[in-house]
């Protein structure tokens, strides 16, 4: 069973055979996924295209060593949790401090450029980034790691544990403790109304 | 038996699955407040984190830049790039290249200890060569040095004297004054009237 559709096979025989074009095509397909796994991790917007764009570069110099036994994405998602980790254990994030809503706007986010508008939608969008932004903060790197391909990514505990080279009851419980970290840090109540117990009753 | 404890773990696992926990877990969230409650708040959760992505997605005109600078980053590491499979003997063909560019596999601990030592024996050395130290060599300097030899002269008898042995005379016989000698004689002694005797106790064994 091909995992890879034709064309992507393709693009990458090409770029083995050092199509550098090829290659590129490959890298705007799944830029975006890359670029927000990164923003997310590392919360800024200059040290998540330059994490991004590494990941990239190993792709490409390990091309050759590609099977098409599984997914394009799934071989490169492995490379870029080893960059992840690399980054990690060396702390070479260049900046220490998280992108506020003013760069986002800066650099022309398509939800916060809105805030010209002043719309109750865009305020909320920015009191969303900041709070979530602070949030994923307060956790540990290898929790908003683990967090994120399990939130974002749907890895299952096994998959993750597999590429963190741990094991599934530790990725469980890093994820549930970020989960509980989030709710704290976003100030979500777990108290129901009163009133609202009644009618909840009664929808479920 | 409700557990609320394990309805909460399966809530967070079919949120973050995706699924909707009000279709398997019906009866569990109708009858107890608390997992109502929980689910709600893990619900509201997940879901604001997930519209962080929407908010933080750049924009489209930010992407043509992006691949650009991603094309002159690979186009400069193109030239360096490496094939699967040159390690294999042909990048290193002589015994050469591949003894220098070798390695050994050593235990993180035994490293360290290595390092140490050699750190230690470099500090020790270098401690010991900043100290001038002088050594006198001994230079021998060859010198005669006259000895004078005793050499025992042989004893050559020219006389014979014999001595004559005397014996020494007895406490029993009374020494004779040798001739021409004075002899102590009692003439002229007169003795006295009274003659006075001390008698010292204690001399004999048998004395009382």
Redesign the interface.
Known sequence: MATVTDSETDLIRRAQA?D?AA??SL??RY??RI??LA??YCRN?QDA?DLS?EV??KA??AL??FRSDASFYTWLRRITINSFLNHQRASTFRRQGQTSVAE?IE???????ESHTSSPQTIY?KV??E???S??ADLTPTQRLMFLL???E?MSYDEIAGAMNCSPGTVKKA??RA?AK??VK?E?????PEQL?QL??QE? | MHKCKETT?RI?ELL???ADP?LSL?TE??EC?NC???F???K???Q????????????????PG??A???E???A??QP????GQYRGDRHPSWVSRFFSSSIRVPVPVGLALLLMLGVAFVFSKRVSTKPVIVHVPVEVPREVPVPVVQEKEKIVTQIVYRERRSKPSKATPVLPKNNEAVATLDGFKPAEEVKLTVIKGGAANEK
């Open positions: 050092d550098s290659f590129c890298a705007e830029a975006r670029y927000l923003f997310h917007t295209e764009q990239w570069l490409y110099q050759g060593g986002l650099s022309g986010s398509e939800k916060l450029l969008n969303l980034f709070s979530v932004m949030a994923l399990r939130h974002y749907g994820v549930s989960i989030l709710r976003l979500v109540e777990n108290e129901e117990t909840a009753a479920f | 773990e967070t973050l699955d995706g009000r019906s969230l109708r407040a109502r409650a929980e709600r708040a893990l509201e959760t997940l604001l984190t997930t519209r962080l992505i929407e908010t933080a997605t750049p924009p489209d005109n930010y992407w992006y691949h600078r991603l094309r980053k690979l186009h590491a193109q790039r490496v094939e699967p």
